[in-house]
């Protein structure tokens, strides 16, 4: 599915809100492990279908939006061969009065396509997209404005 409320909180937990009726959120209470892809600009139709059709009506959904699915080999959840980073998590928690599900990341995945030349994730080239509440528009993210734990110290 195509889960816009969520986001990494520390080190290697993520959180996500998900309603206890998706099957989605069956699925991984009964696995016990979730995979999250960061969709991407060019796949923005495909991720945006997988989150407007239900899985208890359209059960072929991630077929139909042309994705393909291989077993993690981290943990018990697939992972969508075109999306090129993923996520690979272990569920900690779910609370189904408020939607918060917590999974702690056992694995980051990434095609080569998406490294730069020092071997790590370049957003520039993975291009994920976030969802603007706002507008109800997808946003690409990636341009540098900063560097983190640095630029503030010159006001120190």
């Not at 998406?114 to 690409?140: A, Q």
Request: negative net charge.
């Amino acid at each position: 599915m195509n889960a816009a409320w969520g986001g990494i909180y520390t080190d290697n937990m993520v959180g996500i809100c998900l309603a206890e009726e998706h099957q989605t959120t069956q699925n991984i209470l009964a696995s016990k492990a979730f995979t999250v892809s960061m969709a991407t600009a060019d796949q923005v139709v495909a991720c945006d279908y997988v989150g407007l059709v239900s899985g208890k009506k359209v059960p072929d959904k991630v077929e139909k939006a042309g994705f393909h699915t291989v077993k993690s080999a981290f943990v018990n959840a697939p992972v969508v061969e075109e999306l090129p980073m993923t996520l690979e998590c272990e569920l900690v928690s779910y609370d189904p009065e408020t939607c918060h599900m917590v999974g702690r990341i056992v694995n980051v995945s990434a095609d080569e396509t998406v490294l730069g030349e020092d071997g790590k994730i370049d957003l520039d080239k993975l291009r994920p997209i976030t969802y603007d509440p706002i507008h109800h528009h997808y946003r690409v993210l990636g341009e540098k404005v900063g560097n983190a734990f640095s630029d503030g110290k010159s006001l120190k």
